[in-house]
Nanobody, 129 residues
Framework: QVQLVESGGGSVQAGESLRLSCVDSRASSNLCMAWIRQAPGKERESVAAIDKDGSTTYGDSVKGRFTISEDNRKNTLYLQMDSLKPEDTAMYYC???????WGGGAYCPSRQPHEYTYWGQGTQVTVSS
């Protein structure tokens, strides 16, 4: 059973940075990982995702400011958030799902937030102006 545990959220001023971490405590391997966020009263929003080949995709609102990365030796996913804005205030979730394909051909398809199978408990990020 996959178990995702986020950390690193907090309250910061606009322009500051935070780094979120997500540990797969069961050391599940070969999962497609991503970050999703949800602000009060708003739909869930894809923030960033990373493919098996290390390629990354970002939501338009965070491009150029956020960086997703992973350390497979530590089973940890990161989200470096720079130049934070008040509109980045949300609960941030680490999510995961199984790749499609086999072996060296395995890949992570583009998924909508609700399509991810595994979710962490979330970590709150609050940015004040």
């Amino acid at each position: 059973q996959v178990q995702l545990v986020e950390s690193g959220g907090g309250s910061v001023q606009a322009g500051e940075s935070l780094r979120l971490s997500c540990v797969d405590s069961r050391a599940s391997s070969n999962l497609c990982m991503a970050w999703i966020r949800q602000a009060p009263g708003k739909e869930r929003e894809s923030v960033a995702a990373i493919d098996k080949d290390g390629s990354t995709t970002y939501g338009d609102s965070v491009k150029g400011r956020f960086t997703i990365s992973e350390d497979n030796r530590k089973n940890t996913l990161y989200l470096q958030m720079d130049s934070l804005k008040p509109e980045d205030t949300a609960m941030y979730y680490c999510v995961a799902d199984h790749p499609l394909g086999w072996g060296g051909g395995a890949y992570c398809p583009s998924r909508q937030p609700h399509e991810y199978t595994y979710w962490g408990q979330g970590t709150q990020v609050t940015v004040s102006s």
